[in-house]
């Protein structure tokens, strides 16, 4: 029996902020997977190497962890005043499932430089020296994003001394603004609350702030599921039973807020939204062994991502976080000491970060105007991906 040869795709393996993904020009894919559909998804699935069972990806380009198992399409954008289009699919690693529902904040930081090295955005836009403004059109949230990326002698600065938690060595600092990162369709706060009681079967009776903001999120105090937010990867990832918990939370919460028509479909929507707990400051030991104390922070947050605890924080989810934190009344807000505040620093399992947002209440309804946040992108790899067909 004879079998047809891999196809190879042109393919830029990019790290951007705590995360790594599959970079694609649309252009570059098969014809039939430049169109959503099931062939784009099956060819995702297989440059990843999922769905699969021992949980590793050994067969792929993933990492086998949620902020590793990531792929993403740019291309020219189609619509005004943006230079590009930017698609994520969120590769589920156990399952046959890529999530298209929403954004990676992380990956977000990459895409202004991708583009300029792919040649999608107009030269004249580019500086020979100083910093490019890059005009990224989200297309799972259609968002606008503003991608600030450092350019040397005409080309994207990569290297450089900005440090980022959760990323080992340091590199060139990439500035991103979200704009506008509330749902536009209905309320930033689903049920029209700050704070709802979310009734969690086999869990109680817990408040919780929901609030769409960069990515769907749901926010419950550590101290009512008895944590203190100084907790560790291991510490949840490890205890069956509370990813158990988190999962149930999380669905209930997606049911509250508008996501989903009943509790099933939640495991069709592994991306979002996100369950994270929220925790006064306290002293603890980052992952990477440094010391955090109460007065480098101004509140702990602890996010889970695709069923596990997140190693860092994602991207979206500190979007979310910062919008939070600047509306006096929420769960977030009130870890934070309660103050009106434009900018917070939270501690994460990997170190701390910084995050500014903009939010006012119009008619009653409290609106984000955008968050800022920095971060940083390098290429890994780039040449073409083989896979079978």
Request: proline share 5%.
């Amino acid at each position: 029996m004879s079998f047809a040869p891999q196809i190879k795709i042109p393919a830029t393996y990019i790290r951007g902020g705590t995360s790594k993904g599959v970079f694609f020009s649309l252009g570059d894919l098969p014809p039939a997977a430049q169109v959503a559909g099931e062939a784009r998804d099956n060819l995702l699935l297989r440059v990843i190497g999922s769905p699969d069972p021992y949980g590793k990806q050994t067969d792929g380009m993933g990492g086998a962890t949620s902020s590793t198992s990531k792929t993403v399409i740019v291309s020219k954008s189609q619509q005004a005043d943006h230079d590009v289009d930017y698609l994520f699919g969120q590769v589920a690693i156990d399952k046959a499932f890529v999530d298209w529902s929403g954004n990676c904040g992380n990956l977000s930081a990459a895409v202004g430089a991708f583009a300029i090295e792919q040649g999608l955005v107009d030269p004249s836009r580019i500086p020979v020296n100083g910093w490019a403004t890059v005009r990224i059109f989200q297309v799972n949230i259609q968002k606008t994003i503003i991608a600030h990326v450092q350019i040397s002698n005409g080309q994207v600065q990569e290297t450089g001394s900005f440090e980022l938690d959760g990323v080992t060595f340091p590199a060139a600092e990439i500035k991103v603004e979200f704009l506008d990162p509330s749902d536009s369709v209905g309320s930033m706060f689903p049920t029209g609350n700050l704070v709802d009681q979310l009734e969690v079967p086999g869990v109680g009776s817990l408040q919780a702030t929901m609030i769409n903001a960069g990515i769907p999120t749901i926010f419950i105090e550590a101290k009512a599921i008895g944590y203190n937010g100084t907790e560790l990867q291991d510490q949840i990832n490890n205890d069956p039973k509370a990813l158990e918990m988190f999962e149930t939370i999380r669905a209930h919460g997606a049911l509250k807020m508008g996501l989903i028509e009943n509790i099933e479909q939640a495991a069709q929507r592994q991306h979002t939204p996100k369950v994270a707990f929220v925790g006064q400051p306290l002293d603890y030991t980052s992952s990477s062994g440094k010391n955090i104390q109460p007065t480098d922070i101004d509140l702990l947050v602890r996010a889970l991502s695709m069923g596990k605890l997140h190693h860092a924080m994602m991207g979206t989810a500190a979007v979310a976080i910062a919008t939070a934190a600047a509306i006096p009344g929420t769960l977030v807000n009130a870890a934070a000491g309660g103050n009106e505040r434009s900018q917070v620093c939270f501690g994460h399992p990997s170190g701390t970060l910084t995050v500014g947002a903009e939010a006012e209440q119009l008619d009653g309804q409290w609106i984000a105007k955008k968050a800022v946040m920095s971060r940083s992108a390098r290429i890994l790899m780039e040449g073409w991906v083989r896979i079978p067909i």
